[in-house]
């Protein structure tokens, strides 16, 4: 929660709006990388703690950019709307996601499910990790958000 509320009053202005996107995305990016390492390397509980709690933080960040993005580019009157339809594939999203990291690490498991190991951990987390850096591969095709409706000074 402070990651949203940090969010929402940093790069407020539409003319800011794309760097601070890329900035939270990629500080977001890195929080994984850094978690994941940090569980794989068995590093003392408190410093997979700090990172998650980055991770969080950065990811709450990123979400308040990314929906003030959208919003800019929604119609006049139509931002409400737009706005609870990406509430509802976010919280569409987590329930795949945590089911589907559940599938993958039963899978992955070495006792058939049964118990989760450290390897079914780090190769799911793996991927998860994997798929977020991926997706900042969309980064540099994004477009300036200044000049679209919405724009707050």
């Known amino acids: 929660m402070v990651?949203?509320?940090v969010g929402a009053y940093i790069a407020r202005p539409?003319?800011?709006r794309l760097p601070a996107i890329t900035v939270s995305c990629v500080s977001y990016g890195a929080s994984w990388v850094f978690f994941w390492f940090s569980m794989r390397s068995r590093l003392p509980?408190?410093?997979p703690g700090l990172v998650g709690f980055f991770l969080g933080f950065?990811?709450?960040i990123t979400y308040d950019h990314l929906t003030a993005g959208?919003?800019?580019l929604a119609?006049?009157?139509r931002g409400g709307s737009l706005f609870g339809g990406m509430n509802l594939f976010t919280f569409i999203s987590v329930i795949i996601f945590q089911s589907g990291t559940g599938f993958l690490m039963q899978r992955f498991?070495?006792?058939g499910g049964a118990e989760i190991d450290l390897a079914a951990f780090n190769s799911t987390f793996g991927?998860?990790?994997l798929l977020v850096i991926i997706s900042l591969v969309a980064l540099p095709f994004l477009k300036s958000f200044s000049g679209q409706g919405g724009e707050v000074l």
């Open 3 to 5: 990651g949203n509320f």
């Open 14 to 16: 539409a003319r800011l």
């Open 45 to 47: 509980i408190l410093i």
């Open 58 to 60: 950065f990811a709450g």
């Open 70 to 72: 959208v919003n800019d």
């Open 75 to 77: 119609a006049r009157g």
């Open 109 to 111: 498991s070495s006792s």
């Open 127 to 129: 991927i998860v990790t």
